[in-house]
């Protein structure tokens, strides 16, 4: 048990659909990350929040709108995804941004879009 | 730019000590970790160096070089289910906080 929880943990959909990741933390922590791990291709930062507000974005297209309403929630908006977009999409927690000794990673949602 | 390299592959044998190196080229840099993953799993944290030295945590172990852009992580006393991939990860402070990933080690533990 990791304490953060994805759903849904596989997702089709195609590229003129709108969907949702969420994720769910039960740490107490006020950082929350989403990365993105596609095959054979190292681990990818998306976006941080760090107590409700973003404190990154590395260059997502805009086709990802992240969503944080507070420090235990995190969303991932997709629309308009392309097929390149299909990834193993995984949701981090850690006590605070600036002290990332912890952080707890999600099992993950595996996208397919076609 | 900001580049991290690791060797792709390394094979070791139960019992022994295996040594991951992780080079890393960043401006602004705030932190490496190393993070541990299993296939089809989530990577699992395991240490975070912001200072020279050396940091120990049982069988695991984690030096970093600001000056020469160096990591290694020391494994000691090898287990089978240490085989998985090792993720080097540098957090530099440009513009805002960035994180980047090197794409990893796999470890092969053999009997």
């Known amino acids: 048990e990791t304490g953060v929880t994805q759903t849904p943990r596989h997702l089709v959909m195609g590229m003129t659909n709108k969907k949702s990741l969420k994720c769910e933390q039960h740490?107490?922590?006020?950082?929350m990350y989403w990365y993105k791990q596609s095959a054979k291709k190292p681990l990818e930062l998306m976006f941080v929040?760090?107590?409700?507000?973003?404190?990154e974005n590395n260059s997502v297209p805009s086709r990802f709108s992240p969503e944080c309403p507070n420090s235990s929630h995190l969303f991932l908006h997709l629309h308009t995804l392309q097929p390149e977009d299909s990834a193993l999409y995984l949701c981090?927690?850690?006590?605070?941004?600036?002290?990332?000794?912890?952080?707890?990673f999600g099992p993950g949602t595996r996208l397919l879009v076609l | 730019g900001q580049n991290i390299d690791q060797p792709t592959e390394m094979t070791a044998t139960e019992g022994a000590i295996v040594q991951i190196n992780c080079t890393y080229q960043?401006?602004?840099?705030?932190?490496l970790f190393w993070y541990q993953q299993h296939a089809g799993e989530a990577p699992t944290f395991l240490s975070y160096?912001?200072?020279?030295g050396l940091e120990e945590k049982g069988r695991f172990s984690s030096f970093l070089s600001r000056s020469k852009g160096y990591s290694y992580l020391l494994l000691k006393e090898l287990q089978m289910k240490d085989s998985a991939s090792y993720l080097c990860?540098?957090?530099?402070?440009?513009?805002?906080?960035?994180?980047?990933f090197g794409a990893g080690t796999r470890l092969f533990v053999k009997a």
């Open positions: 960043t401006s602004g840099f705030n932190g």
């Open positions: 160096n912001v200072l020279d």
């Open positions: 740490l107490g922590h006020n950082a």
């Open positions: 990860a540098v957090r530099a402070l440009g513009g805002g906080f960035k994180t980047i």
């Open positions: 929040y760090n107590f409700k507000e973003q404190t």
């Open positions: 981090a927690s850690s006590p605070h941004r600036d002290r990332q000794e912890t952080q707890y």
